[in-house]
């Protein structure tokens, strides 16, 4: 792992937020979610700056940034789709909601759509089994989803994005 542009992501945007830690290890973790919350994941150009920062040996960061599934290594959509698999959204009939996205996406197993606009992943339980099936995008929940529900809000996002 060497260090260089091979992510293209600005990394004086993370000095500017390195420059409010002390360079300690107790600070790694933080350091990562800031890092993921700037870039929104963690690119690897980024985890070996945050190496030399800290005083941790890059593969000690590369492994605890990908021991914590919350932290994302590679690159997420504009729009993240977040498609409850948990026991309530499975009764619920989240299977044929998954296939009806995962068809108009044309996106065979998780992972991000070719104009780089939406990002599907199944997550557990999101905690709002009372909506079930459910599916958050960008921090918003959406609840008691059929395939044609669901596939009507992604067509409105992209509707929205043409337009602008
Ligand atoms: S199981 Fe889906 S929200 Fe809890």
């Known amino acids: 792992m060497s260090e260089g ?14 420059d409010g830690y002390d360079a300690d290890r107790d600070n790694l973790i933080s350091i990562l979610w800031s890092t993921q919350n700037l870039y929104g994941y963690l690119p690897e150009s980024a985890l070996l700056r945050i190496a030399r920062f800290t005083g941790f040996p890059p593969a000690a960061v ?16 504009k729009y993240l789709i977040l498609l409850c698999k948990g ?11 998954e296939a009806a996205l995962r068809a108009y996406l044309e996106l ?5 759509t070719e104009d780089g606009l939406f990002t599907l992943e199944g997550v557990a339980c999101i905690g709002c089994c009372c909506l079930a099936p459910a599916m958050m ?8 989803l059929t395939p044609g529900y669901a596939v009507g809000i992604l067509r409105e996002l992209r509707a929205k994005e043409e337009a602008k």
């Open 87 to 97: 026991t309530a959204c499975h009764v619920s009939g989240v299977g044929a909601v």
């Open 62 to 77: 590369m492994g605890v940034s990908s021991f914590y599934t919350q932290f994302r290594m590679t690159p997420v959509g």
């Open 137 to 144: 995008i960008n921090g918003k929940t959406y609840g008691h």
């Open 5 to 18: 542009n091979q992510d293209s992501v600005d990394l004086s945007l993370l000095d500017g937020i390195m």
């Open 108 to 112: 065979p197993q998780d992972g991000t």
